[in-house]
Nanobody, 126 residues
Framework: QVQLVESGGGLVQAGGSLRLSCAAS????????RSWFRQAPGKEREFVAA????????YYADSVKGRFTISRDNAKNTVYLQMNSLKPEDTAVYYC???????????????????WGQGTQVTVSS
């Protein structure tokens, strides 16, 4: 079984930065696609970013392109989300997810991912 644990959330002012981490345990998942999703109050969970096993394929939601950067360290079984130029609309619970396979058409679908973290709150004040 795979366990995912997020950390790094918090309260930040608009324009500020945060770095989220998601550590995996229970099994090495270096070959898995690793992703971040978020869910704001009253809204559905939405895709944020994904990275394939090598880091050679990276995908972002349009709303975060140019501001967020996803990366991974396979030696540490960890994926990161560097969030810069944060906006109040980025406020949400951020979840990391992992899946053993993906395609270029389904990487942004939460139904693809069997493994999820518990979430970490990110709050951006105006």
């Amino acid at each position: 079984q795979v366990q995912l644990v997020e950390s790094g959330g918090g309260l930040v002012q608009a324009g500020g930065s945060l770095r989220l981490s998601c550590a995996a345990s229970g099994r090495t998942i270096n070959s898995y696609v690793r992703s971040w999703f978020r869910q704001a109050p009253g809204k559905e969970r939405e895709f944020v970013a994904a990275v394939n096993w090598s880091g050679g394929s990276i995908y972002y939601a349009d709303s975060v392109k140019g501001r967020f950067t996803i990366s991974r360290d396979n030696a540490k079984n960890t994926v990161y989300l560097q969030m810069n130029s944060l906006k109040p609309e980025d406020t949400a619970v951020y979840y990391c997810a992992a899946a053993s396979y993906y395609t270029s058409s389904n990487y942004n679908s939460d139904s693809l991912y069997p493994y999820w973290g518990q979430g970490t709150q990110v709050t951006v004040s105006s």
